[in-house]
């Protein structure tokens, strides 16, 4: 039996955020909070849910600003500072919620960016995490077109809310048809980006790689070979900058970036718990 609950956060400016959490019946031994891709929300993790729950851990989602079932349009932040602050304020808020229980802080795509631009600026107090998890995460190109990013970049200055479609090919997403149907019948998707977010996304990709050398915290990430989503060599080249010894890659050569939902999903969320469980 999974126990879900869903409510609101308030992130630092206000904005209230929406989450739910599933829990197992039994006594919790750990805790995933996770945080979604563009165009996500906290309701496409249902296989990583299934499986954790098993093992007795609890997961926590949040859907960011713009996303899912929050606030704000679709895909806008003022700053990368407010996605940076929406994931401090989740984070406090499943930390206060658990005392004592050891957390795991897990980012998907666009989501993966955010959870390391997290872990390296915060240097003040925060919830201890005993460790982060990079799941296939926008680190270097994607399959947005050279020319959409470029219309980004000149317009988010006078523009900064333009919004347009990013063009990734849904089929991109994973080599299941029942997956891409599925993800094409989800109401709370989207496909959107906006001006402001393009120049903020190169921004903090620019910095967080130039920064990866700082990472001193337990560290999985977890690649998808035929990536053309995010693809993987950016990852690659940041994984080599970490000189902390806690760092494991895991590979995946011919699956599509959701991994927790493309054909071996099962290897994959096994790999996962088999790391988690070496960090509780």
Known sequence: MIRNHE?????????ELYYQSWRPENEVRGIVAIIHGLGGHSGVYLNIVK?????????YGVDLRGSGKSPGQRAYINSWNDYREDVGS????VATSNLGTPLFLFGHSLGGLTVLDYV?????????????????PALGESGVSPIKILIGKILSKVYPRFSMNTGIDMKLAARDEKVIAYHQQDKLRHTLGTARLSTEFSSTLTWVQAHASHINIPFLMMLAGADKVTLPEGSRKFFEKITFADKELREYPESYHELHDDYGYQEVLSDLID????HL
Do not use: C, M
């Not at 956060?9 to 904005?15: N, V, W």
């Open 90 to 93: 989740f984070l406090e808020f």
């Open 51 to 59: 499986h954790l729950i098993q093992k007795n851990y609890a997961i």
């Open 120 to 136: 390296l600026r915060y240097k003040g107090e925060k919830p201890k995490l005993n460790g982060v998890i990079a799941f296939t």
């Open 7 to 15: 409510g609101l956060i308030k992130s630092a400016d206000g904005t």
């Open 275 to 278: 790391w988690l469980e070496r």
